[in-house]
């Protein structure tokens, strides 16, 4: 059974550069899935980042994708956010998510989520 | 402002039918999620109207024109959280998710 693990600082000063890391366990990063991060800002709802697919092709939600930029490590089955020029608006909690391929793709499993707070 | 239109909130007592509705989907299919604050998101319904193992069949969905709705027949207790739909809007080149529906158990 696939799980996903977030990981990373909790605290980014505004202006930095937000980063994380997903590791998936019980399957492996190289499987017909794209890898996604989405993100719940406190009290608002869900908003998709973006993905990725083990051959290195990404998507970015065009409202993020000047300041996002998402990879993996099949070595280490895991994949990464990074999310630069940061400001208070970017304060939320960081899902990784496996992202099932369909018609429209769905998402299963979840990470547990992980809050990333911005703020001197 | 999320693409896709739910309630803020709807409520029922113990054995209750509640139906949360999604409005905006276009003619996508609908997936739906349950969260509870604090954990992990969970695959409620895909594709309309499907349930993955291990989801009560309590839970139902269906799709309607330009509408989706989730529908929890016999609410319980435990079904007390946040409701998520999810489609994609080639438009916007992304995934979207609705605003969230709080249901709570009376």
């Known amino acids: 059974q696939v799980q996903l693990q977030e990981s990373g600082p909790g605290l980014v000063k505004p202006s930095g550069t937000l980063s994380l890391t997903c590791v998936v366990s019980g399957g492996s990063i190289t499987s017909n899935n794209w890898w996604s991060w989405v993100r719940q800002p406190p009290g608002k709802g869900l908003e998709w980042i973006g993905q990725?697919?083990?051959?290195?092709?990404?998507h970015y939600n065009p409202s993020l994708e000047s300041r996002v930029t998402i990879s993996l490590d099949k070595s280490k089955n895991q994949f990464s956010l990074n999310l630069t020029s940061v400001t208070a608006a970017d304060t939320a909690v960081y899902f990784c998510v496996r992202e099932v391929p369909s018609g429209i793709n769905w998402f299963d499993p979840w990470g547990q989520g992980t809050l990333v707070t911005v703020s001197s | 402002q999320p693409v896709l239109t739910q309630p803020p909130s709807v409520s029922g007592a113990p054995g209750q039918t509640v139906t949360i509705s999604c409005t905006g989907t276009?003619?996508?299919?609908v997936h739906w999620y349950q969260h509870l604050p604090g954990t992990a998101p969970r695959l409620l319904i895909y594709?309309?109207?499907n349930r993955p193992s291990g989801v009560p069949d309590r839970f139902s969905g269906s799709k309607s024109g330009t509408s989706a709705s989730l529908a929890i027949t016999g609410v319980q207790a435990e079904d007390e959280a946040d409701y998520y739909c999810?489609?994609?809007?080639?438009?916007?080149?992304?995934?979207?998710f609705g605003g969230g529906t709080k249901l709570t158990v009376l």
């Open positions: 276009r003619s996508n299919t």
């Open positions: 999810q489609s994609y809007y080639s438009s916007l080149s992304a995934s979207v």
């Open positions: 990725i697919y083990y051959s290195g092709s990404t």
């Open positions: 594709s309309n109207n």
